[in-house]
């Protein structure tokens, strides 16, 4: 299919449209010289994902995407951030020239992983009923039923490292400081 | 002429953002006139009383005006993109509510396949709105308060999601408009229908306590807790920028209640009506319903003193979330055994 052929239709518009504008809210994630920013950014990059699964027509994941990611984790950042120290305006200490070679192998690595992965097990197939509908409830049996054991594992695993978590993150007093806390 | 207009799709969509966008301040002003003249009658007072002629109707609309003639103020410190954007934010995400509502069979902007769980995540965006405005204020107060939100609002999202698991296993589908028929068809076609507040009534009340701690309403208002913090993370805004904040409040009242009406007491259904009759009397059953879920909130803001910050967190972690998911393995047996 040659780029106009591409292009002459609307649907890929918008896809270029999300496309273009994931990738400079991602940029934007990395080179932003406020903290708050940043988190604000990876808040656009994840919209822009959820808007590519919508046009996929996975419903389910994108809102999944939104409740989990924007509504829980970066909520979690920003309150992370806010709660210790988190000025407006420029925080120069921000920008790592020192690790930017190191970090530039491990994400282009990545990229070239997941690219190379990616076109390998899909070549030109193109994705099946794109454009219609996925019943959620077909995702369901899939997750329940097929795919049980790998959700159970990754369940499991999950809450392996939120009780791991906790257990780093708290420390219990001993008697003798609890005698001490008592007194007081 | 207008059929053939309204098959485009983009007109069709222009003319369901316009419904939208006309709803929500009357459902504004619908909510709000209420709140004020409930408010004073259970405090003996007469409120609202000179505006407009007799009744003092047009309070709200003076008030609206006014905010629009008022100037538009960022602080000197504050991070003015972010200050800005933060409450159209918050009024995209009450806008956004509106689109799964059913009012009559057939009658919704769009039925999403995942309708329920659409209107839970997208209220979510709210609160990243509250976390903006907290802190691009560049105040330490709307800072404490923007916290304050998004603490509670992430601890009383798990219960407001976990309480609707019930009414989906029960009805088998997370479409709003499923969950309806599901109702009215419990007992088979043209039976007396079950609402699910009924067998779902812990589910019932975790949702509404919930729905009442995400609208940051007394007795769950400690972000704007105004003896303490001024008016937490909305302590800079003024003119047009506060009205959005004060339209997202009331219009997520109104449409948090219409979800709740939904979920759990038949929506727009009401038993004995055909298919046809609830097409035209589909929105008044609903807005009735909603009318007295948004008295029961009025009600509790007039007559429940505020929680603490940490009774606020205790109530939602060790109470509504172990409750909510004992209601889930319940429902679920019961739907396997049954």
């Known amino acids: ?47 822009g994902v959820a808007g590519l699964f919508v046009l996929l027509s996975a419903e389910f994941v994108a809102w999944v995407l939104v409740l989990v990611y924007i509504g829980a984790v970066v909520v979690l950042f920003l309150f992370g951030i806010m709660i210790t120290r988190a000025p407006t305006g420029q925080d120069v200490g921000l920008d790592n020239r020192r690790a930017r070679p190191v970090a530039a192998v491990v994400s282009l690595g990545l990229f070239g992983v997941l690219s190379w992965t990616s076109v390998r097990a899909f070549q030109d197939t193109a994705v099946a009923g794109v454009g219609e509908r996925t019943p959620t409830d077909i995702l369901g049996e899939a997750l329940l ?10 369940g499991f695993v999950l809450l392996a490292a939120l009780i791991g978590g906790i257990t780093l993150a708290r420390r219990d007093l001993t008697p003798k400081e609890e005698e001490e806390r008592g007194a007081v | 002429m207008i059929a053939d207009l309204l098959s485009n799709f983009w007109v069709l969509l222009a003319v369901k953002v316009l419904i939208v966008a006309a709803l929500i301040p009357v459902a504004g002003l619908v909510v709000g006139f209420a709140e004020l003249k409930l408010s004073a009658k259970m405090q003996s007072r007469v ?77 979510s965006i709210s609160t990243i709105g509250v976390l903006m405005a907290g802190w691009a204020s560049a105040n330490k107060y709307s800072l404490i308060g923007g916290l304050r939100a998004a603490g509670q609002l992430i601890a009383y999202e798990l219960p407001l999601v976990l309480a609707v698991v019930g009414v989906v296993i029960m009805a088998g589908t997370m479409s709003l408009e499923g969950i309806v028929r599901a109702q009215a068809g419990w007992f088979g076609e043209g039976g007396p229908g079950l609402p699910f507040v009924i067998p779902q009534f812990v589910g019932f009340v975790i949702f509404m306590i919930a729905a009442l701690a995400e609208l940051t309403r007394i007795p769950f208002d400690m972000p704007i807790a105004e003896s303490e913090l001024v008016m937490g993370y909305l302590t800079e805004y003024s003119g047009f920028r506060f009205l959005f904040f004060f339209l997202a409040e009331f219009s997520n009242m109104f449409a948090l209640s219409a979800i709740a009406a939904t979920a759990f007491l038949g929506g727009y259904w009401m038993p004995g009506l055909t298919e046809s009759q609830l097409t035209f009397a589909g929105p008044l059953i609903l807005v009735a319903k909603v009318m007295v879920l948004v008295f029961l909130m009025i009600w509790f803001r007039w007559t429940f003193p505020r929680l603490r910050e940490d009774q606020l967190q205790t109530l939602a972690w060790k109470w509504l979330i172990p409750i909510a998911l004992v209601n889930i393995v319940a429902t679920g047996i019961l739907k396997v055994v049954i």
Not at chain 1, 145 to 154: A, D, L
């Open chain 2, 47 to 123: 409120g609202p009383y000179f505006a407009g002629g007799r009744w003092g109707w047009a309070q709200l609309l003076a008030d609206g005006i006014k905010f629009f003639q008022k100037e538009d103020i960022v602080p000197e410190n504050a991070d003015r993109p972010v200050f800005k954007i933060a409450p159209a934010l918050v009024l995209m995400g009450a806008v956004a509510l509106w689109v799964v509502i059913p009012w009559g069979p057939g009658l919704v902007f769009r039925d999403l396949d995942v309708g329920i769980f659409y209107a839970l995540a997208i209220s």
């Open chain 1, 1 to 47: 299919m040659s780029f106009s052929d591409w292009i002459s239709q609307p649907v890929n518009w918008v896809f270029l449209g999300l496309a273009l504008a994931v990738l400079a809210a991602g940029f934007r994630v990395v080179t932003s010289q406020n903290v708050v920013h940043a988190a604000l950014f990876l808040v656009a990059t994840l919209a």
């Open chain 1, 145 to 154: 039923g097929r795919f049980v054991f790998p959700f159970e594992v990754v």
